[in-house]
Every structure is written in structure tokens, then in C-alpha cells.
Nanobody
Framework: QVQLVESGGGLVQAGASLRLSCVAS??????????GGWFRQAPGKEREFVAA????????YYRDSLRGRFTISRDNAKNTVYLQMNNLKPEDTATYYC?????????????????WGQGTQVTVSS
């Protein structure tokens, strides 16, 4: 069983940046074979795809509207996936969830992933 723990959320003003981290752990974990992703859910709205990364750093997939402001990356030595968020806007306010899939497959549906974190809150004030 893989556990994912997010951190890095908080309350910021519009225009600020945040970097979210997601650390994976579990017995016998071979993190380099996993894909990772981020989703978010705002109050009263459906969970939506943010970004995903495959087994290699060049396999990147973004929500079109976030491309250029958000950057996903990974550090296999630290079993960690990151989400760098720049020029944050009030509409980015949401709970952000980290995901992982064991065979390196990634996509924009939450059902594409095997594991989920508990979420970290990001609040952007205007």
C-alpha cells in the first residue's frame, strides 16, 4: 500500500507563488515506476485535473488553462512530486490532491490513478 502526503498549501495573496510537495511511502516502494498527478477541488465544484507527470521528467501533461503558470516535476530520490504554482489567482483556491499510479500510466481522469493523498488547502485572496 502506498501512502501520499501533501504539504505546502496555505493562504496567499493574488500574484504569489506556492510549491506543493507530495511524498510517497510504502513497503518496497519503487517510486521511479509510478506516475504522479495533481487534482483540485473547489467548494461546490467537481474535482478537476491539474497536471500529471509520467515515469520520466519529459512526460508532462497539463490542464490547458493552467499551462505556463503551473509546473509539475518529480524527484525520485526523494519519492516526491512537486507542483510549482506561480501568479496565483483567487480562482485557484481549492483543495489540492496528489495522485499516483503504479505502472506509470497517467491521464486527466481521477480514475486513472491508484492512490490519493488527503489534500492540502490553497487559498488565494484578492
Amino acid at each position: 500500500q502506498v501512502q501520499l502526503v501533501e504539504s505546502g498549501g496555505g493562504l496567499v495573496q493574488a500574484g504569489a507563488s506556492l510549491r506543493l510537495s507530495c511524498v510517497a511511502s510504502g513497503p518496497g516502494l519503487t517510486f521511479n515506476t509510478y506516475s504522479g498527478g495533481w487534482f483540485r477541488q473547489a467548494p461546490g465544484k467537481e474535482r478537476e485535473f491539474v497536471a500529471a507527470i509520467g515515469q520520466t521528467p519529459k512526460e508532462l501533461y497539463y490542464r490547458d488553462s493552467l499551462r505556463g503558470r503551473f509546473t509539475i516535476s518529480r524527484d525520485n530520490a526523494k519519492n516526491t512530486v512537486y507542483l510549482q504554482m506561480n501568479n496565483l489567482k483567487p480562482e485557484d483556491t481549492a483543495t489540492y490532491y496528489c495522485t499516483a499510479e503504479a505502472e506509470g500510466v497517467y491521464g486527466s481522469r481521477w480514475t486513472d490513478y491508484d492512490y490519493w493523498g488527503q489534500g492540502t488547502q490553497v487559498t488565494v485572496s484578492s
